[in-house]
């Protein structure tokens, strides 16, 4: 079952009352190690376990390609955060994402998001298409669009990222799970950005999340990781915990332990990164060296009305900026930073900074005058001084 399973190993919390998200995740559902009296979990690092004399694993464990009592708790902690029958760990987002595409058949018409995750995007372009999957980029934030791109009984998924990185496009989740539903596909939704701090997509009739846990899950930059979460433990979930096991892209034990350590403290550092980078939107908004910026907390923002709609608590920790004077100048600002750093990725406490075009390549929806900023935990002041300082030098 993935995720449910854990919860019959783990001294879920029945006695006591409800529990909000947040809760949750700072107790990791208040598990307690019956024989220790241990708040935290121990790490298994047993590859192996241990056959009954009559030939039977009562244990339920086998082999750990298949199954890691470690996984346990991360796993139920993040279904239950994210509201869904079961979850499954994976080595990482790639990892996690390409097995919802392998679960399905070759023949299999499957709709993307214009704007997502780069490097998906050229493996459902390349190894998948090669496979069999007819891939069809779609933009998601039109709904019509959408509607239209269905071929009912061929479509078996829908894939949308929102918001989607690095433009942050939001696309409507409810929508597009009617949409996909009434054409007998799927709905799976890459929520790494949102986070289960600020929208739930299973609850709005997704029935898939994915989250690249090596990001805000985790939050530390120290593990590579990936997750998926399910509305159903049914026969689809089963064919996608089973590519796990025969691929093998499961996470490591120590891994997987950080990752339960990272989600304790996912909702402090998730609301206190999103604070920041509402607060840098709206000043750097109508800067005089800033085109734009894409941020879907700012009322003017394309996306905005519908993640005010499905994002609840705050629009997330990424955001991005359009530099005045085109790729030169939003490169020689990347150069020019002293307290965020010149790297890839999001999520963490430190914050980041990246030219997306010179990452992406030419078929990226990034402009070339556009850094994402992925911010982090430290002071807004700082981050927001050391911006403008690299704007001055870029332009001066
Ligand atoms: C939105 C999003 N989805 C998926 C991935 C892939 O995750 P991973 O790098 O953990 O394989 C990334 C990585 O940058 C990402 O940003």
Redesign the pocket.
């Known amino acids: 079952m993935g995720g449910a399973r854990g919860y019959a190993n783990i001294a879920a919390m029945n006695d006591k009352p409800a529990m909000k998200p947040a809760t949750v995740a700072a107790q990791a559902l208040g598990w307690i190690d019956e024989s220790t009296k241990a708040v935290v979990p121990p790490l298994h690092p047993s590859s192996t376990f241990v056959r009954d004399p009559d030939n039977q694993f009562r244990s339920g464990r086998v082999y750990a390609r298949a199954d890691n009592p470690t996984f346990d708790q991360a796993e139920a902690v993040l279904a239950a955060l994210e509201n869904g029958a079961g979850a499954a760990l994976f ?7 390409t097995a919802v595409f392998l679960s399905l058949k070759p023949g299999d018409h499957v709709v993307i998001s214009r704007v ?2 780069w ?2 995007r050229n493996w459902l372009l390349g190894f998948a298409t090669d496979w069999g999957l007819k891939v069809e980029i779609v933009d998601t934030t039109d709904l019509a669009a959408l509607k239209t791109a269905m071929r009912p009984g061929q479509t078996a998924l829908v894939w949308i ?1 929102t918001p ?2 690095p433009t942050l496009a939001v696309s409507d989740i409810a929508v597009a799970a009617e949409i996909a539903h009434a054409a007998g596909a799927r709905l799976a939704v ?1 929520s ?2 949102a986070t289960p701090v600020f929208t739930r997509p299973l609850e709005l009739g997704a029935d898939i999340v ?6 805000y899950l985790n939050g530390h930059s120290d593990i ?3 997750a998926l979460v399910t509305r159903l433990c049914d026969a689809h979930w089963e064919k996608i915990r089973a590519i796990r096991v025969q691929l093998g892209g499961v996470l490591g034990t120590f891994e997987a332990w950080l990752l339960l350590r990272g989600m304790r403290t996912l909702f402090p550092r998730v609301r206190a990164a999103a604070a920041s980078a509402m607060a840098i939107a709206q000043h750097f908004r109508g800067h005089p060296l800033v085109a734009d910026v894409l941020y879907p907390g700012l009322s003017n923002f394309p996306g905005h009305e519908v993640a005010a709609r499905q994002m609840t608590g705050g629009f997330g920790g990424l955001l991005s900026l359009r530099v005045k004077g085109g790729e030169r100048a939003a490169i020689a600002t990347a150069a020019n930073v002293k307290i965020w750093k010149r790297a ?4 963490g406490v430190e914050s980041l900074v990246e030219h997306r075009a010179s990452v992406e390549g030419a078929d990226s929806p990034a402009p070339p005058d556009l850094l994402r900023l992925s911010t982090g935990i430290e002071e807004t002041s700082d981050l927001i001084d050391d911006l403008e300082a690299a704007l001055s030098a870029a332009h001066s």
Do not use: F, P, R
């Open positions: 080595a990482s987002g790639m990892a996690a994402a997502m995750y490097s998906l990222e989607g990185n890459d790494t950005v994915m989250h690249s846990a090596t990001k590579i990781a990936g890839t990725s999001l999520g």
